[in-house]
C-alpha cells in the first residue's frame, strides 16, 4: 500500500465522442489510476472506461431525484478526495472537458492541493469544440456570449445582439437545486420572455446537442424564438442564438 503523502489526484477529460475525443496522456492517467472515478454521459462511454480500468466508481451513483445538486457535489468531492487521502494514484474522468460547467473537478483539485497532495487536470474536447465545427461558427467573426441558461435568468447580465449569444444546459433551466431532471417548460417560457426584450419573437434559433459516440451525428433543431418553450429539449441542450444586429462601428 502506498504512503498516504504519495496521494495524488488527476481530473481528466474524456471529450464528446467515446475514444476519439479523449488524449493520450488522459487516457494514460485513466490505465494507470488505482482508483477510477467517472462522471459520463451515458452507459456505453462507462462500460468503456470500466475496460481501460475495472476499478472505476460511477459518481453518477450520487445523484438523486429533487436532491440538491450542491449535496451531489460534496458527496463527489469527498469520495474523491477520500481515496486520495488514503496515498492512491486516483483518476477522475468527466465528460467533455473536466473543467467547463463542471463544479466536481475544480473544487477536488483545490482541496486535493490545498491538503498538500499532487493534484491537476487534463482537457478534453468539450461541446463548446464541436459546437463550432458542427454549426459552422467562427467566434472571431461576430464574437460569442456564453452563459449558463439559469444564471442568464437570475441574473442581469449585458448582451450584445450583434454577437452570438449561446446558452448552455438550456434542459435545466430554473433547476439549479435538484438532480438529474429535466426543466418546467414553463421556465423555458419564461427564458422566452426575457430573450423577447432583445430579439424579435420570429428570430431563428437552435437547439444543439453533440453527438457522444464515433458514428453518431450531432442534433440541431431550428426554430423561431417564440416556439422554444415548446421544443424538444434535455440535459445536454444548448441555445445559440446568431446575431440580430449588425455590428456598430465606433
Not at 54 to 61: G, I, M
Not at 159 to 187: H, R
Amino acid at each position: 500500500m502506498q504512503n498516504k503523502e504519495n496521494g495524488k489526484l488527476a481530473c481528466v477529460g474524456t471529450g464528446m465522442k467515446m475514444g476519439a475525443h479523449i488524449s493520450p496522456i488522459a487516457r494514460q492517467y485513466i490505465i494507470d489510476a488505482d482508483i477510477l472515478f467517472m462522471a459520463v454521459s451515458n452507459g456505453v462511454i462507462g462500460l468503456w472506461l470500466q475496460d481501460l480500468n475495472p476499478n472505476c466508481v460511477d459518481l453518477q451513483r450520487f445523484y438523486g431525484a429533487g436532491k440538491d445538486r450542491k449535496k451531489t457535489y460534496e458527496e463527489m468531492i469527498e469520495a474523491i478526495l477520500f481515496e486520495v487521502r488514503q496515498g492512491k494514484n486516483v483518476c477522475a474522468a468527466f465528460y467533455g472537458h473536466p473543467g467547463v460547467f463542471a463544479r466536481a473537478p475544480h473544487e477536488a483539485i483545490k482541496l486535493a492541493r490545498e491538503e498538500g497532495y499532487e493534484a491537476h487536470m487534463e482537457p478534453g474536447i468539450s461541446a463548446e469544440d464541436c459546437l463550432y465545427s458542427d454549426l459552422g461558427i467562427d467566434p472571431g467573426k461576430f464574437g460569442c456570449q456564453h452563459f449558463e441558461a439559469t444564471q442568464f435568468l437570475k441574473y442581469k447580465r449585458i448582451v450584445d445582439p450583434s454577437a452570438y449569444l449561446i446558452l448552455w444546459q438550456i434542459g435545466l433551466t430554473g433547476e439549479s437545486n435538484v438532480g438529474l431532471e429535466y426543466t418546467d417548460k414553463s421556465k423555458l417560457g419564461v427564458l422566452t420572455n426575457k430573450l423577447s426584450k432583445l430579439y424579435s419573437l420570429d428570430h431563428e434559433v437552435i437547439i444543439y446537442e453533440s453527438g457522444h459516440l464515433v458514428m453518431e451525428g450531432f442534433k440541431q433543431e431550428v426554430v423561431k424564438l417564440r416556439r422554444l418553450p415548446e421544443a424538444s429539449t434535455n440535459l445536454y441542450s444548448t441555445l445559440i442564438i446568431p446575431p440580430y444586429k449588425s455590428l456598430e462601428p465606433e
